[in-house]
């Protein structure tokens, strides 16, 4: 079975653009959680979705948004980026939301100029 | 707020065991979690305790809970070059997320 899958792999953009991350959860999970890992740290939860509603937000701007499609993917949006949103973007897919556990993919590396 | 704390650097020759340590602070934390993150990849979980177990095995890895000190740790046997990699300890208390440690750089050496 294929495991969590993301793109792009890579992304740069520059100041106050706008950004789209997709993610696609381990088959028969329906929980997709997001996180920002900046170089040298751990990851920071931002969103949990679960049937399509948001379980859990993470302390970030409303610059960041996302939504699961009825399919269980999901998608992380980030508008006006500043050069502090560079980071690894990673999702993690669970059975359930909760404290389930979390597989994660292999992240989009995201460069804001 | 929920707090998990490492050392960020651990050194070992080729062979001999690894150990790596984690505090936490969310005493209602209900699974506690290890996380292998080699360069440029996203994270793997390699293992995984709940919260009223002391100890748990799998193959090469030990999980040491000390519940009442809140003390997570990771033993490695026969420690590997390709186990070199960044080491997350990561906790599911309360709230609806993972909160992770600054994660701990593993080296092995020959």
């Known amino acids: 079975d294929a495991g969590v899958t993301q793109s792009p792999t890579h992304l740069i953009k520059t100041r106050g653009q706008h950004v789209t991350l997709r993610c696609s959860p381990i088959?028969?999970?329906?929980?997709v959680s997001w996180y920002q890992q900046v170089l040298g740290q751990g990851p920071q939860f931002i969103f949990q979705?679960?049937?399509?509603?948001?379980?859990g937000r993470g302390n970030f701007p409303d610059r960041f948004s996302a939504r699961q499609f009825p399919n269980y993917s999901s998608e992380l949006n980030v508008n006006a980026l500043l050069l502090g949103d560079s980071a690894l973007y990673l999702c993690?897919?669970?059975?359930?939301?909760?404290?389930?556990?979390?597989?994660f993919g292999p992240g989009t590396r995201l460069t804001v100029l | 707020g929920e707090d998990v704390e490492q050392s960020l650097f651990l050194s070992v020759r080729e062979g001999d065991s690894s150990v790596i340590n984690c505090t936490y602070t969310?005493?209602?934390?209900?699974?506690l979690y290890w996380y292998k993150q080699e360069p440029g990849a996203g994270l793997q979980l390699l293992t995984y305790?709940?919260?009223?177990?002391d100890m748990k095995q799998d193959q090469r890895l030990t999980v040491l809970l000390n519940k009442k000190d809140k003390h997570l740790s990771l033993r490695i046997a026969d420690t590997q070059t390709g186990d070199s990699a960044i080491y997350f300890c990561?906790?599911?208390?309360?709230?609806?997320?993972?909160?992770f440690g600054s994660g701990t750089q593993l080296t092995v050496l020959p």
């Open positions: 990561a906790s599911s208390g309360s709230a609806r997320q993972l909160t």
């Open positions: 979705y679960y049937e399509k509603e948001e379980r």
């Open positions: 993690a897919s669970s059975l359930v939301a909760g404290t389930d556990t979390q597989y």
């Open positions: 305790i709940f919260s009223n177990m």
């Open positions: 969310d005493s209602s934390s209900t699974y």
């Open positions: 088959s028969g999970h329906k929980s």
